[in-house]
């Protein structure tokens, strides 16, 4: 039996109350339920943790219609995936017709019938959660089950637009795991995976905030990109990060920083402007990374900043 919190989520928006009250009335036993009565009201609410896993949308409503509530939503990245399914009194083949146009899965018409709201609904959370559960799977890493590159280029590229929108701030750290090469020589490559999925486990957890997201770049190299964090900010997490993996104390006699596996950290903290792309942040936190290196390793540097974010020595 699924706990309250698996339980599907339903965003119900109609400005009529008593049709609010009917679908509550056959879909509370099985799944959460939200609702507004209006789009402008559903538009405010949407952004709620978690998101719908389905909408029911009316589409004759006073200050916008459900056709625009569902443009808005289909064109907002957050949003565009959940599945709409539009109840009206209106069973025109144009009106159907303008809902599939706009981006809806399926057409509920009034009066209800029970049976075939649930069946309908049912169906299309499903499809749903079968989507996101492969949507998941395509954007982590097989071997350490974190986000993998694809993920990670995805999430850059929608923080920049939406730093560059609202003027904020964001961070990236680099990370190299050192001598890791000389661990897979001497250790065995087994033993190297084994790392790689502990040094991804304890990165991804020393990230408490939802909206940071860590993800495996490459190899032995992880990134983790902090939404709305200045540079303070950046260091703070980075020295979260060393401290942690040093805590793992695995053994590695081959090093040359350390007799524990380490990691070198670079970071780079703006705020964007149109003259700058992604690919600007990604060098700066790469020099940093560099920089760290020639450092003698086991520490973090910040770009354009030749002393270590944790004034330790090697």
Not at 22 to 38: C, G, H, M, Q
Request: proline residues 4%.
């Amino acid at each position: 039996m699924e706990s309250k919190e698996e339980r599907a989520k339903i965003f119900i928006i109609d400005d009529e109350m008593i049709n609010i009250n009917i679908l509550v009335s056959f879909l509370r036993p099985n799944y959460r339920i939200v609702s507004a009565k209006s789009g402008l009201q559903a538009l405010q609410r949407i952004q709620s943790h978690p998101l719908p896993d389905l909408i029911l949308l009316d589409i004759n409503m006073p200050d916008m219609s459900g056709y625009e509530v569902c443009e808005k939503l289909k064109g907002d990245i957050r949003t565009r995936d959940i599945p709409i399914i539009f109840v009206t009194s209106n069973s025109s083949e144009e009106s159907e017709t303008r809902g599939f146009e706009v981006g809806a899965v399926d057409y509920i018409v009034k009066p209800y019938h029970p049976s075939i709201v649930m069946a309908r609904v049912k169906t299309h959370i499903e499809l749903k959660r079968r989507g996101d559960m492969l949507e998941r799977m395509a954007v982590l890493d097989g071997l350490t089950a974190i986000p993998n590159r694809r993920r990670f280029d995805q999430f850059l590229d929608y923080e920049w637009v939406r730093s560059l929108r609202y003027g904020h701030s964001f961070a990236l750290l680099l990370m190299d795991i050192d001598y890791f090469k000389l661990f897979n020589d001497n250790y065995g490559h087994s033993e190297g995976d084994d790392v790689l999925r502990q040094v991804a486990g304890c990165i991804a957890s020393s990230m408490p905030r939802t909206a940071d997201l860590a993800a495996r770049y490459g190899g032995e190299e992880f990134a983790c990109i902090l939404p709305e964090t200045n540079k303070a900010g950046a260091r703070i997490a980075a020295e979260r990060v060393l401290q942690a993996i040093r805590a793992l104390e695995i053994p590695h006699a081959f090093s040359k920083s350390a007799g524990h596996v380490t990691l070198s950290i670079g970071i780079a903290s703006i705020i964007p402007t149109v003259k700058q792309r992604t690919l600007d942040l990604i060098t700066m936190a790469d020099q940093a990374l560099y920089q760290a290196k020639q450092n003698g390793r086991n520490q973090a540097v910040c770009f354009e900043e030749p002393s270590t974010c944790e004034g330790e020595t090697p």
